[in-house]
């Protein structure tokens, strides 16, 4: 089987609005310049282009066909689509480098959150027999699972505010960032809840962005990067939709992806975590020790693009590498209600 | 944004959803012995088909609650209440909907929960209008017809900005202006303008203003009535190539027989009066034929 790397990682800032359309091209244009130049790349080194996001956060058909003007299809490319984060649409890519049918992949997410509902947009991705037709939001759903961790004793408002606090306080050093800063956890507690009992702060912002990711195998990936951050282990799972049939204080599909992919012994992980009690859940269920540091960007919570923000993780953890500032890390991204879907990446430095 | 879905419920929520009409909640039995309400088609676990209905009450226990101070569009009560999920009795899973509490002070885990029923059932999950507070029985069961299909109607909102490229598009429209953008890699001009050149993914910042007149490449008779249709069929959608632009745009062509219009045909743009024109397209009303002799296939060709 042949090695994969991610090379290459760039971003959008976190904004909560743009003034593109929702098919995400202004976004794209500038990051893929970005990568690519990078890289020392142009479009036509690229093997295979994937892509996550979804019509009804863009609210128009086929948003993700027009975002392919922002590569300049010309010559026709090989190019994919996931309805999903495109998190998937990297496990895509990567499965064609394994194959070996292609030597580069560029995979991206885009979403324009400020343009719809995003709460009502969230209740699309339900049962569309029994649970979608009563509208239930993604903030009322998520509130739920909290409460039910809080009276289990799995955690306290006071923990899920300090998870705010330290998000805000890591995301200072992340100039793309959305929110960030020093806020004390006494601060936190006094605001209101939104849907209790989450305060705004438990809460991913709205946002507005789009990442994209470069994969090169094998000695392409030595050749366009000094430090690879190897894929060593690449895993998704996913629970029963019928969120009321398991016990949502746990993720089963986040346990076996993290124990498929090898999570032991990584030192940084970016965790997709929209709510701060399921931060505290995924440490869990990762079995992620007090000695890992967890989202030092500041992880969605200091900044959430849709469809973009699980690529995002596995591209900030994938930074540490590049760097030289760990030689293990894990991207973790979610996809469904109450993490009912999880992927897990981990990546390694070799000397 | 809105669609009625309309989808077949097959045997399982089929069956749910008729007896939701007749006042009465059903499960099914798991794999593992398990009574699941709503009732799945398979088991989560085994992936075994399931097929055991089992009758259980419309009366339950809250497990699990948020509480929504303002809701949203769409959901079962427009006044404040909790998202709960409510373990009927009978069932060991949990069914989420709403419990019209008033207050969040009178929710707790473990309260007990009846359905109140609406009285116009249709065989839908929002036959229970939500769930109140009470120890008591919620109404019995009454005859109805099976249902086999379900409406899920879904409406959804959106704010699209006009964006860098757009925006002088859309205000040249305003003032009878023709605004296409021309690539800066390789010269292509887009009418309507698009946030980057599909060719070269760069932006296509350089403006210039076309005349409203061009050639149709390619065109349709359209015969068929279709919903929101604005004039009766038959009529033309041609695709009209202005003099000076790359892509041709998809517009009505009037003032000429349908078994007349042909590629290459020259057309002008005929345009509302000016007190109806905003930032649209809707703008040009329709083409014409100009009168102009056709133009040669090679002049096009590359624009079909």
């Not at chain 2, 699990?64 to 009978?90: H, K, M, N, T, Y």
Request: proline letters at 8%; aromatic letters at 8%; one cysteine or more.
């Amino acid at each position: 089987m042949r090695d994969v790397a991610v090379v290459g990682f760039a971003q959008t800032p976190c904004v909560r609005e743009t003034d593109g359309t929702t098919n995400g091209v202004e976004m794209l244009v500038p990051i893929f310049h970005e990568v690519l130049g990078g890289l020392g790349l142009s479009k036509t080194d690229i093997g295979f282009w994937c892509s996550g996001s979804s019509d009804y956060l863009a609210g128009r058909a086929f948003s993700f066909v027009s975002a392919v003007d922002a590569i300049g299809a010309f010559p026709p490319i090989m190019e994919s689509h996931v309805e999903m984060d495109a998190a998937w649409a990297l496990y895509e890519a990567w499965v064609k480098l394994l194959c070996g049918e292609v030597d580069t992949a560029l995979v991206y997410g885009f979403g324009k959150s400020s343009a719809g509902e995003l709460r009502r947009v969230m209740a699309m991705q339900l049962d569309p027999y029994v649970v979608t037709p009563l509208w239930p939001d993604s903030l009322g759903l998520a509130g739920i699972q909290a409460r039910m961790g809080i009276e289990a004793g799995l955690w306290d408002e006071q923990s899920m505010a300090a998870v705010a606090a330290r998000s805000r306080a890591a995301a200072v050093s992340n100039p793309l960032a959305q929110l960030s800063g020093s806020v004390e956890v006494s601060e936190l507690l006094a605001s209101p809840y939104v849907v209790s009992p989450l305060r705004r702060h438990d809460c991913a912002p709205i946002t507005d962005g789009a990442a994209t990711i470069v994969l090169a195998a094998g000695d392409r990936a030595r050749e366009l990067c000094e430090r690879p951050a190897w894929i060593t282990g690449f895993e998704h799972r996913v629970d029963s939709p019928s969120f009321g049939a398991r016990d949502v204080l746990t993720s089963p599909s986040a346990v076996a992806a993290g124990k498929a992919a090898g999570a032991d012994g990584v030192e940084v992980a970016e965790l997709h975590a929209p709510f701060t009690h399921q931060e505290i859940l995924l440490r869990q269920a990762l079995g992620l020790g007090d000695d890992v540091v967890v989202n030092p960007s500041g992880g969605v919570l200091a900044g959430n693009p849709m469809f973009a923000a699980g690529l995002a993780r596995i591209g900030e953890a994938a930074r540490r590498v590049h760097d030289g500032s760990a030689s293990k890390v894990l991207g973790h991204a979610t996809s469904g209600p109450l993490l009912q879907q999880n992927l897990v990446c981990v990546m390694e430095g070799r000397e | 944004m809105g669609f009625d879905y309309t989808r077949s419920l097959g045997p399982t929520l089929g069956r749910f959803l008729s007896d939701l009409r007749r006042r009465k909640v059903t499960g099914i039995r798991g794999s593992d012995g398990r009574v699941h309400v709503p009732p799945l088609e398979y088991d989560p676990v085994t992936a075994e088909r399931l097929s055991e209905f089992v009758d259980v009450a419309s009366t339950g226990v809250v497990r699990g609650w948020s509480w929504i101070p303002e809701p949203l569009e769409g959901q079962p009560l427009d006044r404040p209440f909790a998202w709960a999920l409510i373990q009927v009795d009978g069932a060991d899973t949990s069914l989420l909907h709403a419990v019209d509490a008033g207050s969040p002070d009178r929710m707790s885990t473990g309260t007990r929960v009846r359905a109140r029923w609406r009285s116009d059932r249709a065989g839908a999950i929002t036959d229970i209008e939500c769930f109140e507070i009470s120890d008591e029985p919620a109404d019995p069961p009454v005859e109805a017809d099976d249902v086999t299909m379900v409406i899920t109607p879904v409406n959804l909102h959106y704010t699209h900005s006009a964006s860098p490229t757009e925006d002088p598009f859309l205000r040249g429209l305003m003032e009878g202006r023709l605004i296409a953008q021309r690539c800066p890699a390789c010269e292509k001009v887009y009418f309507p303008p698009r946030p980057a050149c599909p060719t070269d993914g760069v932006p296509t910042t350089d403006q210039i203003e076309l005349a409203d007149r061009g050639t149709v490449t390619t065109y349709c008779v359209v015969n068929v009535p279709f919903l929101g249709q604005r004039i009766p069929p038959p009529y033309v959608s041609a695709y009209v190539l202005l003099d000076g632009a790359d892509i041709p745009f998809l517009h009505l062509l009037l003032g000429v027989a349908p078994e007349d219009v042909r590629m290459g045909m020259r057309v002008e743009a005929v345009w509302k009066p000016r007190e109806e024109w905003g930032p649209t397209m809707q703008n040009i009303d329709h083409f014409k034929p100009s009168g102009e002799p056709d133009a040669p296939f090679d002049s096009y060709s590359q624009h079909l």
